[in-house]
Nanobody, 126 residues
Framework: QLQLVESGGDLVQPGGSLRLSCAAS????????IGWFRQAPGKEREGVSC????????NYADSVKGRFTISRDDAKNTVYLQMNSLKPDDTAVYYC???????????????????WGQGTQVTVSS
């Protein structure tokens, strides 16, 4: 059973940066696409970014393009989300999620993800 644990959430001022980590255990991530999702109070869960297995093809929501970067280190069984130029609208609980795949693509449809972490809070405020 794949288990995911997020870390790195914090309170940060607008314009600041954070790096979230998603550490996996129980299985190696070689055959899993990984996504980052977020949910703010009163809002629907939103796909932020995803990264495919192997060659690491990435996708980003329009709202974070140019500011967020997703990466994976399979040797450490960990996926990262570097978030720069943070805005108050980025405030949310951030979740990482995974699904098994043999393809080198990924998507931001949360319904296709089978494994989820518990979330980490990101608050952007002055």
């Amino acid at each position: 059973q794949l288990q995911l644990v997020e870390s790195g959430g914090d309170l940060v001022q607008p314009g600041g940066s954070l790096r979230l980590s998603c550490a996996a255990s129980g299985r190696t991530l070689d055959y899993y696409a990984i996504g980052w999702f977020r949910q703010a109070p009163g809002k629907e869960r939103e796909g932020v970014s995803c990264i495919s297995r192997r060659i690491g093809v990435t996708n980003y929501a329009d709202s974070v393009k140019g500011r967020f970067t997703i990466s994976r280190d399979d040797a450490k069984n960990t996926v990262y989300l570097q978030m720069n130029s943070l805005k108050p609208d980025d405030t949310a609980v951030y979740y990482c999620a995974a699904y098994f795949t043999i393809t080198t693509r990924c998507n931001l449809d949360f319904s296709g993800y089978d494994y989820w972490g518990q979330g980490t809070q990101v608050t952007v405020s002055s």
